[in-house]
């Protein structure tokens, strides 16, 4: 079989080099007792590579596992507990199908059974037979954003994962503890969490080790690098697994079979990936916290006092392959992002100049919002003097800026009514039909938009489908208008009725008229011009 380099794509790409990387979670998985394991590492650095192949490692059955199931949850996350349990039982049912029929008719449909209780039948039945399956969950933390997924799937999840028959491996960006404490209360205190190995497998850059690997398909060809080269290659590159393939990549495809390649050819293939591969490098420092990109932009000028980060910071930027100790020195370790950071280091610092402190914020967020405004072309002029009359006042009295906020919300619903309603602001006949079909109450003056921005708001709640069992029916006017136009509705009501405990600060004004600033683009998105 021929390998080549895939830096992106539909398919997920060759295993390479991580040799190492594999065994160690392979230990986990075929001690006699195993390990529930959980695979983390930045987007970009191979997760998934590493999980595919396990999968079809671990396909056809070996000593310890009968077979493997593999799940891609990045793509069409399951939204609910139902379609989590109904993709899991589909893949097991194929997988099974080609070991034992038998196996894989316990998860036919079943009128007087559940999927969860026809998946425990499949769990007992290898149990008894002394058999283990493999299941991975790929992007396992796309499932926890899903707002329909319960405690009790974890729950359920944390009984199947007790039967000695299955083991299952996770694939996150973060530790499953860290993305736990992101998700509602029931959720995070399912005992799901704690079945797992408390050290995750972290997939990050490249070790020594995993060079050979990748540089195979070059070698096939008969394309060799020199010591020098080989050096740079881990120079530009700072072991980052992707940056690493696009510049084999573009050697691959420069250099005919038989090259022997010297430090020369690899720095002038890099010089120019600085900008023919600048969406990676965008794409890795957008990964990135706002604390660990000033750490890039200084360290493209200057070597860093290990003593000035935090523990925490210092690993991820060294785990990431981006910096590298050096007598007690944090030291760019990849000249492709350090060269990148050199190019973001003026708005890096330029924004911690402007705001570093929370009087650097209150200071200049006003010019902020004022240019912010200004790039909405198109706008109401009314309602754009109206804003920018809120952000004027946002300091010294924050307060103030919310007491604009009824008239802007009343312009805005003017506006949406002018488009949406005959003159007389009469409700179509249509509208009323069909919410008197579903049997939806709804404020009407005698057929007409009553007056109040509080009912304003339910009828434009209703047309745009914002309500789950409704359909847009308006002609213009979309959900996010009115999410905003309601939002706002809210604050001028807030405005209204502060008392002395109702601190209204620069950042609450400004978040309110940042509100304002996105109703008024999306109002010109939604309407004709």
Not at 20 to 36: A, I
Request: aromatic share 6%.
């Amino acid at each position: 079989m021929i390998i080549s380099y895939q830096v992106l794509g539909v398919n997920v790409p060759s295993f390479l080099g991580r040799e190492n990387l594999l065994k160690n979670l392979e230990r986990q998985l075929l001690k006699p007792t195993p390990d529930h394991v959980c695979v983390v590492g930045p987007a970009r650095y191979g997760k998934s590579v590493l999980l595919h192949h396990l999968a079809q490692r671990y396909r056809q059955g070996n000593e310890s596992y009968i077979a493997a199931v593999y799940l891609d949850l990045r793509h069409s996350p399951p939204s609910t507990d139902e379609d989590f349990k109904q993709r899991l039982a589909r893949e097991l049912k194929t997988t099974l199908s080609e070991i034992s029929s038998d196996l894989a008719a316990y998860l036919e449909p079943d009128e007087n059974s559940s999927i969860y209780e026809l998946l425990d039948l499949v769990f007992e039945d290898l149990d008894s037979k002394g058999d283990r399956l493999l299941v991975i969950l790929d992007g396992f933390d796309h499932v926890l954003k899903e707002a329909g997924i319960t405690r009790n799937l974890w729950d359920q999840l944390r009984n199947l994962a007790q039967h000695s028959s299955l083991r299952l491996v996770t694939g996150s960006r973060l530790h499953l503890r860290n993305l736990r404490d992101l998700m509602p209360t029931d959720s995070r205190v399912s005992d799901f969490w704690e079945i797992f190995n408390p050290m995750p497998l972290l997939v990050g850059k490249l070790e020594d080790s995993d060079w050979d690997g990748f540089l195979l398909p070059l070698n096939v060809r008969n394309i060799l690098l020199d010591n020098s080269a080989r050096k740079e290659v881990s120079n530009w590159t700072g072991g980052i697994p992707i940056l690493a393939v696009a510049l084999l990549r573009e050697l691959a495809e420069k250099f005919e079979d038989g090259t022997n390649l010297t430090k020369s050819d690899i720095d002038t293939v890099c010089e120019v990936m600085i900008a023919s591969h600048r969406q990676l490098l965008e794409d890795l420092w957008d990964d990135c916290t706002d604390e660990m990109r000033e750490d890039l932009a200084r360290a493209a000028i200057e070597d860093i006092d290990a003593n000035t980060l935090p523990h925490e910071r210092k690993t991820a930027l060294q785990q990431r392959g981006f910096l590298q100790f050096s007598s007690n020195k944090l030291k760019s370790s990849c000249r492709l992002m350090q060269k990148y950071a050199e190019l973001r280091a003026p708005s890096v610092k330029e924004l911690r100049r402007l705001f570093q402190t929370n009087k650097d914020f209150e200071t200049n967020i006003q010019e902020v919002l004022e240019l912010r405004l200004s790039q909405i072309q198109g706008c109401d002029p009314h309602l754009f003097e109206l804003i920018r009359k809120a952000i004027r006042d946002i300091s010294p009295n924050p307060v103030d800026a919310t007491n604009w906020m009824r008239r802007v919300v009343n312009r805005a619903l003017d506006i949406i009514w002018f488009h949406e309603l005959p003159p007389n602001r009469s409700l179509p006949n249509c509208w009323i039909t069909e919410w008197q079909s579903k049997a939806i109450n709804f404020p009407s003056d005698g057929g007409k938009l009553p007056a109040s921005p509080w009912a304003q708001c339910i009828i434009l709640q209703l047309i745009t489908g914002s309500r789950q069992e409704l359909n847009p029916i308006s002609k213009y006017v979309t959900k996010p208008t009115y999410l905003l136009v309601n939002h706002i509705r809210e604050v001028a009501d807030f405005g209204q009725h502060t008392t002395a405990r109702d601190k209204v600060t620069v950042g609450i004004a400004s978040a309110y008229c940042l509100s304002a600033i996105s109703l008024c683009e999306s109002l010109i998105n939604d309407l004709p011009t």
